[in-house]
Nanobody
Framework: QVEVVESGGAQVGPGGSLKLTCSLSGDRRQRECMGWFRQEPGKSREGIASIYPGGRSTVFADSVKGRFTISVANDRTLMYIEMRDLRPEDTAMYYC???????????????????WGQGTSVTASS
């Protein structure tokens, strides 16, 4: 069982910045894929960023490309997403997840992402 805990969500004004943390523990594989996702009320979950920790390869959704940055600690217990130039449409519950490298990491959407946290709320408004 992989334990996933997201933290760092807050209310930030438009144009502001925020850094979220994903804490990972438990039984984990050396080769795994990691990703950040978000979900607005009434909408489907959206993959926004992914990283393969082994090679630090990354991919971003068009909606956040150029504004968000994903990173992971060397021991793979912490993953981050740095968000800047936040917009009202960035308001959502943010989740992180892990899955096997067999999903061809990095990848934004894949049903093999199986280890989920409970999310942390981000609100970008004045």
């Amino acid at each position: 069982q992989v334990e996933v805990v997201e933290s760092g969500g807050a209310q930030v004004g438009p144009g502001g910045s925020l850094k979220l943390t994903c804490s990972l523990s438990g039984d984990r594989r050396q080769r795994e894929c990691m990703g950040w996702f978000r979900q607005e009320p009434g909408k489907s979950r959206e993959g926004i960023a992914s990283i393969y920790p082994g090679g630090r390869s990354t991919v971003f959704a068009d909606s956040v490309k150029g504004r968000f940055t994903i990173s992971v600690a060397n021991d793979r217990t912490l993953m981050y997403i740095e968000m800047r130039d936040l917009r009202p449409e960035d308001t959502a519950m943010y989740y992180c997840s892990t899955g096997p490298h067999s999903m061809n990491c990095p990848v934004l959407e894949d049903p093999r992402y199986k280890n989920w946290g409970q999310g942390t709320s981000v609100t970008a408004s004045s």
